[in-house]
């Protein structure tokens, strides 16, 4: 069984930074591309980032580029949010998820985690 658990959200004002994390277990970590993705209340849930299984291939959101970095330790089966110079706009909740190729479209990723609530005051 597939276990993805986010961890590091929290309540920050804007233009501070936080890192998300997220382990996984039940699954060959280095086999799989890895995507973070976030949900806003009332919104659609929407792509963040993306991480091939090496890591040599990383993909954003043209609203976090420059902003936000992903990375992952295969060593320790988890991949990483680096979230800097934070927006109220980024305010959701931020899921990983893990699928077969690093891709933007949820239909892509077959796991996901539980979520990580990320509130950014102005």
């Known amino acids: 069984q597939v276990l993805l658990v986010e961890s590091g959200g929290g309540l920050v004002q804007a233009g501070g930074s936080l890192r998300l994390s997220c382990a996984a277990a039940?699954?060959?970590?280095?086999?799989?591309?890895m995507g973070w993705f976030r949900q806003a209340p009332g919104k659609e849930r929407e792509f963040v980032a993306t991480?091939?299984?090496?890591?040599?291939?990383?993909y954003y959101a043209d609203s976090v580029k420059g902003r936000f970095t992903i990375s992952r330790d295969n060593a320790k089966n988890t991949v990483y949010l680096q979230i800097n110079s934070l927006k109220p706009e980024d305010t959701a909740v931020y899921y990983c998820?893990?699928?077969?190729?690093?891709?933007?479209?949820?239909?892509?990723?077959?796991?996901w985690g539980q979520g990580t609530q990320v509130n950014v005051s102005s």
């Open positions: 998820a893990q699928g077969t190729s690093a891709a933007g479209d949820t239909q892509s990723y077959a796991y």
């Open positions: 039940g699954v060959t970590f280095r086999s799989e591309a």
């Open positions: 991480i091939s299984r090496a890591g040599v291939s990383r």
